[in-house]
């Protein structure tokens, strides 16, 4: 494994466990050229997904910037990390299992809110707001509603 500091092509593994949701096996390692010491994490990866944007262009999927984006939502929410990360290897068996090596953005998203919803409802709000381009109050009053008539219809 390349050194993220240096650049120097072998780095040694000094210690490797399962994480904490045993989706990944997180390897601590470090590197003989400059020192550095750094983590990877290997993952099953059962195909290869291609995701096509609204603009109908491909590109390869890409766990982190689902991370990054679901991070973001829930951003000084009060959510375990563990969860988090249960709940994004969750979103990408599903789209593994699907059977499709191609994967439309907003069937993404659609996955992302579902899961969202039933872990953080104003993280929900949050990534709803960006991911369905929200322009104005309304737009979040008449989410806001949903929600309401939702958790009316769950009691």
Do not use: W
Not at 60 to 75: G, Q
Not at 119 to 126: F, P, S
Not at 128 to 143: C, G, I, K, M, Q
Request: charged fraction near 35%.
């Amino acid at each position: 494994m390349r050194c993220p500091f240096c650049g120097h092509d072998d780095s040694q593994v000094k210690d490797s466990r399962p994480s904490e949701d045993n989706s990944a096996i997180r390897r601590r390692r470090h590197c003989p050229e400059c020192g550095g010491r750094f983590t990877t994490f290997e993952r099953v990866q059962l195909r290869e997904l291609i995701v096509i944007k609204k603009n109908n262009r491909r590109e390869a999927f890409d766990r982190y910037k689902l991370e990054r984006s679901i991070t973001h939502a829930l951003r000084k929410r009060p959510v375990e990390r563990e969860r988090v990360d249960r709940m994004i290897t969750g979103i990408v068996r599903r789209l593994e299992s699907m059977g499709e090596n191609e994967i439309l953005a907003n069937v993404i998203g659609e996955l992302v809110m579902q899961a969202l919803a039933s872990l953080d409802k104003v993280a929900y709000v949050r990534f709803a707001s960006v991911y369905r381009n929200f322009r104005e109050t309304r737009d979040f009053e008449a989410l806001i509603g949903e929600l309401e008539g939702d958790d009316k219809d769950s009691v």
